[in-house]
């Protein structure tokens, strides 16, 4: 009996064994580090320092290096705050709401984008830090009478919410991610010798691949992508309340929360598109990272776009059918006002720009498929940069309206926070398997084994007790 589907393609190509698929995914962690991994870690090293340096002399001077003034006292520091948060988005999707609609083709994606997922968060939590003006008081959001008398915290306030969605998405995305390597690290620790083995052992938490184990492991998998499918609609939903539930036009409007869920994801989508059409050929992965995998996230792409771009159109019809002329004013200053390009990139990027994935030429062309989810993030980039500075530099009185330019201290942080999501993916891919191992033998077709079977007893035993004991 075969697991293929006779109307879809394979998952897993190439005839692959149990032995071929935990030697392949492997192979960057045991052999020496390649040439492309070197270039690539100290390039996002360099730029790491970039951000460490900036952020420090953010630090000294204070918010005064920025370019905010009175009016726009918001800018690049939430605009790269919400699109980090936003590029995490695709990690829990894939990984929760994927696995509890049995959706096989997350198997080879999912470790990768949940990986991001954390890197992104810390990125996001960077620039909440940063923005403070004061970091060493960043525990005030906290909830803790004891510490302050009988001070609470003012729970109306979506900012405070947002410190509890956002490091309940932490938790529980860094513990799922987590629960899904002990297999695979325990593949890992029994092929590691010395120091390595340790470390391994340690993490592996004392897997042994016995029935138990699994049945225990799926349990638990299944409780915590339950758990964490409602985040994805809550995290970025409070997010967007930080906007919504203010007065200032552009902003007060009730479609932000499923809108920039959309945009989370669609933006999300785009960074995994990024990630992997470099990964699966750099580390050799195209046989289980194939043209199906980048078509079905194409697709998910191009939905979500088109849903962003509706958000776009539908805000528009509000502002003019609402009649109130504040409204009204700031969409019409979005797209003719000073700041008319960023608003144009913007539609252009994430409206335009992905309906070529319409077309199969633009889903199975990897190096389109990568031009393409650039232009996706500095679409959703942009979208941000919109939506906080065109709404504020012109408010309800005119006498205070002013332009915002950033500074080079404010490009620097932006350009460093690459580095430091890039420096964490980097040593991700060194150190731990970038693909679920143990799912991905769980696709693979049986008749590939009963061949394999027929040509050697021992060999069949070893593909057998590989999947037994998670090797």
Not at 306 to 313: E, F, N, R
Not at 403 to 426: D, K, Q, R, V
Request: charged share 10%; glycine share 8%; hydrophobic share 50%.
């Amino acid at each position: 009996m075969s697991y293929e589907s006779p109307i879809r393609e394979a998952l897993v190509t190439g005839g692959k064994t149990y032995s071929d698929v935990t030697r392949d995914i492997l192979r960057p962690m045991e052999n020496k580090a390649s040439k492309s991994w070197w270039i690539g870690f100290i390039v996002s090293a360099i730029v790491l320092a970039i951000w460490i340096a900036a952020t420090t002399w953010t630090m000294l001077e204070g918010i005064g290096a920025w370019g905010l003034n009175k009016t726009v006292g918001w800018a690049f520091d939430i605009t790269n705050f919400v699109f980090w948060v936003g590029i995490g988005h695709a990690g829990t999707l894939i990984s929760a709401v994927l696995l509890l609609f049995r959706q096989k083709w997350r198997m080879s994606i999912n470790r990768s984008a949940e990986a991001m997922t954390i890197f992104a968060v810390i990125c996001a939590a960077s620039f909440i830090l940063s923005h403070m003006g004061r970091p060493w008081v960043a525990y005030w959001p906290i909830p803790l009478p004891n510490a302050f008398g009988t001070l609470w915290v003012n729970f109306n306030s979506p900012l405070v919410w947002d410190v509890f969605a956002i490091s309940t998405y932490f938790s529980v995305s860094l513990v799922f991610w987590y629960i899904g390597l002990i297999p695979d690290i325990a593949t890992t620790r029994d092929r590691a010798t010395g120091l390595r083995r340790f470390i391994y052992n340690f993490f592996s938490m004392g897997w042994n691949g016995s029935t138990r184990t699994w049945h225990r492991y799926e349990m638990i998998s299944l409780i915590l992508a339950g758990i964490s499918t409602p985040l994805v609609l809550s995290v970025h939903s409070i997010v967007s309340m930080d906007f919504a539930t203010s007065l200032v036009p552009g902003w007060h409007t009730t479609i932000f929360p499923p809108y920039f869920v959309a945009g989370a994801i669609f933006s999300g989508f785009g960074m995994v598109l990024t990630l992997l059409v470099v990964g699966r050929v750099v580390l050799k992965q195209e046989d289980y990272i194939t043209m199906g995998h980048l078509d079905a996230m194409c697709r998910v792409v191009m939905l979500t776009g088109t849903m962003v771009g509706l958000a776009y159109i539908t805000e528009f019809f509000v502002a003019a059918y609402s009649g109130v002329e504040y409204e009204q004013y700031a969409f019409i200053n979005r797209a003719t006002g000073p700041y008319w390009w960023s608003y144009w990139i913007m539609m252009t990027c994430n409206l335009i720009a992905p309906q070529v994935f319409w077309t199969k030429w633009a889903r199975s062309t990897p190096w389109f498929i990568f031009v393409m989810s650039i232009v996706v993030n500095i679409g959703m980039w942009f979208e941000r940069f919109v939506i906080i500075v065109t709404s504020l530099h012109r408010d309800f009185l005119p006498s205070s309206w002013t332009m915002y330019t950033p500074t080079i201290t404010e490009f620097a942080i932006l350009l460093g926070s690459f580095g430091l999501f890039f420096t964490l993916y980097f040593l991700f891919c060194r150190y731990l398997p970038t693909i679920n191992m143990a799912e991905i033998k769980s696709i693979i077709p049986t008749h590939t084994h009963d061949d394999h079977s027929h040509n050697g007893g021992a060999h069949a035993h070893v593909e057998t007790g590989d999947t037994a004991h998670g090797k």
